[in-house]
Structure formats: structure tokens, C-alpha cells
């Protein structure tokens, strides 16, 4: 059975850094996609970045381009996401989310397995 334990969220002023880490287990993930996505209170669930787990090609929104980082760690079966240059607009719960194949996928309903999210909250 997967499991996926999201860590890291937390308070943070704006323009500030955080690193959010999702461990993975239950299974060998090389043909599996990770995706993180946020949802803020009142808002839909967005999609904010993906990697591929075998070769680590990445995507994000366009809304993190430049600021987040997402990455992997294939020994650890741990995917990170950096967080830099934090807005008050990116408070929100984080989830990491596991999908099949290798398409990077930016919708809630192409992942099939979910973390319990990590809160991530940035003040002005």
C-alpha cells in the first residue's frame, strides 16, 4: 500500500524559505510521476509543480516558476519541494500526491494516492 508522509510546512514572513519533503513507501516508484499541490481556505485544490521519479523532468505552475524547486531524492524515496521568496499568497495546505506512468500531470484527478498535507503559512 503507498503511503506518503508530507513534512516541513510551517510560519514564515514573506520573502522567506521553506523546504516541504514527502517520503514515500509501499512500493517501487520508478515508473511514477510526484506531483505537489495547495489548496487555500475557500479555493480549490491547484496543482504547483511535478517530477517525473525515473530521469526527474520537472513542471510547474506558472504561478511558481523561479521561486519553487522541486526535486528527488531516489535512495531516500523522498521528493522535495523548495520554497523560496515566500508571498503571503502561497499560504495554504500542501500535498503530495502520486500518479502512474510518466506524464506530469497538473490535475487532482490524474494522482491516485494523497498525503495528509502540510500547512504552509506566510505572513506580510
Known amino acids: 500500500q503507498v503511503q506518503l508522509v508530507e513534512s516541513g510546512g510551517g510560519l514564515v514572513q514573506a520573502g522567506g524559505s521553506l523546504r516541504l519533503s514527502c517520503a514515500a513507501s509501499?512500493?517501487?516508484?520508478?515508473?511514477?510521476?510526484v506531483g505537489w499541490f495547495r489548496q487555500a481556505p475557500g479555493k480549490e485544490r491547484e496543482f504547483v509543480a511535478a517530477v517525473r521519479w525515473s530521469g526527474g523532468s520537472t513542471y510547474y505552475a506558472d504561478s511558481v516558476k523561479g521561486r519553487f524547486t522541486i526535486s528527488r531524492d531516489n535512495a531516500k524515496n523522498t521528493v522535495y519541494l523548495q520554497l523560496n521568496s515566500l508571498e503571503p499568497e502561497d499560504t495554504a495546505v500542501y500535498y503530495c500526491?502520486?500518479?502512474?506512468?510518466?506524464?506530469?500531470?497538473?490535475?487532482?484527478?490524474?494522482?491516485?494516492?494523497w498525503g495528509q498535507g502540510t500547512q504552509v503559512t506566510v505572513s506580510s
Open positions: 500526491a502520486v500518479r502512474p506512468g510518466r506524464v506530469l500531470g497538473t490535475t487532482s484527478s490524474e494522482y491516485a494516492y
Open positions: 509501499g512500493r517501487t516508484f520508478n515508473n511514477y510521476s
